[in-house]
Every structure is written in C-alpha cells, then in structure tokens.
Nanobody, 120 residues
Framework: QVQLVESGGGLVQAGGSLRLSCAAS????????MGWYRQAPGKQRELIAV???????IYASCVKGRFSISRDSVKNTVYLQMNSLKPEDTGVYYC??????????????WGQGTQVTVSS
C-alpha cells in the first residue's frame, strides 16, 4: 500500500507564493509519474502539473510560467512551487502517484488533499 501525504497549503494573498510537498511512503520500488491536481469549488478535478519518470513535465496552460513541479525520486517526493498566485488558483490540491510499483503490483494513488486559498 502507498500513502501520499501532502503539506504546504494555506491562505495567501494574490501575487504571493506557496510550495506544496507530497511524500509517498510504503514498499515502493518505483513510481512512473507524480503530479498535482486541483479541484476548485463546484468544478471537476483538473491536472495542474505532472513529472514523469522520463524527466518530462506537463503543465496546465493556466499555470504555465507561474508554477514549477520538481521531484526527488530517491525520496519519492514531489513539490509544486506556486508563484504569482491568483484567486482562481484557489482549491484543494491533490497529489497523485501514477504507476506506483509495489509488492502488490502497479497502482495509482491519491493524497488526501491540501487546501490552497488565494485572497484578492
């Protein structure tokens, strides 16, 4: 079983910055991709950024140039640096581990979510 624990959310004024962290624990051999999703009030969960095992990164167009994802594969930890935050960035941010290889095989896992609120 894989557990993802997020931290770093909170309340920030528009234009400010936050850094989210997500640490995966468990009997993990490898993880294909780790990323961040966001669910705003009344909206569906959407992809924000993902880091693949090949080293490529993908960003939602709405955060390009403002957010940066990085990953420590040794620690199975992924980070999301969020700069120039806007009120529309408000939501619950979920960490995702895709293709996590454990003793039980391959699986996808989600964190519990961390709230980010950007005030205008």
């Amino acid at each position: 079983q894989v557990q993802l624990v997020e931290s770093g959310g909170g309340l920030v004024q528009a234009g400010g910055s936050l850094r989210l962290s997500c640490a995966a624990s468990g009997s993990i051999f490898s993880i294909n991709a780790m990323g961040w999703y966001r669910q705003a009030p009344g909206k569906q969960r959407e992809l924000i950024a993902v880091d693949t095992s090949g080293g490529s990164t993908i960003y939602a167009s709405c955060v390009k140039g403002r957010f940066s994802i990085s990953r420590d594969s040794v620690k199975n930890t992924v980070y999301l640096q969020m700069n120039s935050l806007k009120p529309e960035d408000t939501g619950v941010y979920y960490c995702n581990a895709e293709g996590a290889h454990t003793f039980r095989g391959l699986g996808d896992y989600w964190g519990q979510g961390t709230q980010v609120t950007v005030s205008s």
